[in-house]
């Protein structure tokens, strides 16, 4: 995107593609074809550097349901795994992954488990008990 407003800018200034690619090229990576094709737009009248709708499958798992489906399921069982949730919803792991991850913003916690002495009454030390810290 920033590389499309700056030769938007070389395209303002009156700077051919050629030699707007050879300034971008001193200070960032970008091919020679991207420069051509946004110049081009930009001589056709376009201005907006961001990407036309495209067509293609929309997503269909990761709708605004499922997402509400998924956070209610982790609401009344933190604990379950994503396969027990890609079994309940009968949706893909991935889609499970990313509305997880990206659209309710929840990461895994580690949980450690240390063993500790137990204390009698009398003070001394009787069987081992794990807790969760």
């Known amino acids: 995107m920033e590389q499309r407003v700056n030769i938007k800018f070389c395209f303002?200034?009156?700077r051919t593609a050629t030699e707007t690619h050879e300034m971008l090229?001193?200070?960032?990576?970008v091919?020679?074809?991207?420069v051509f094709e946004w110049s081009k737009r930009f001589r056709d009248g376009k201005e907006d550097v961001k990407d036309e709708p495209r067509s293609?499958?929309?997503?269909?798992s990761?709708?605004?349901?499922?997402?509400?489906?998924v956070r209610?399921?982790?609401?009344?069982?933190?604990?379950?795994?994503l396969r027990m949730i890609v079994e309940e919803l009968k949706i893909s792991l991935d889609s499970v992954s990313n509305i997880i991850h990206e659209h309710l913003q929840k990461?895994?916690?580690?949980?450690?488990v240390f063993p500790t002495l137990l204390r009698s009454s009398n003070g001394a030390s009787s069987?081992?008990?794990?807790?969760?810290?």
């Open 62 to 69: 990761t709708t605004p349901d499922n997402i509400e489906r």
């Open 25 to 29: 090229v001193k200070v960032a990576a």
């Open 127 to 133: 069987d081992t008990e794990r807790r969760v810290c």
């Open 31 to 34: 091919s020679k074809k991207c």
């Open 72 to 81: 209610r399921m982790l609401a009344d069982d933190r604990r379950l795994s």
């Open 12 to 14: 303002k200034l009156g």
């Open 56 to 60: 293609g499958r929309p997503p269909t």
């Open 107 to 112: 990461r895994k916690k580690n949980v450690y």
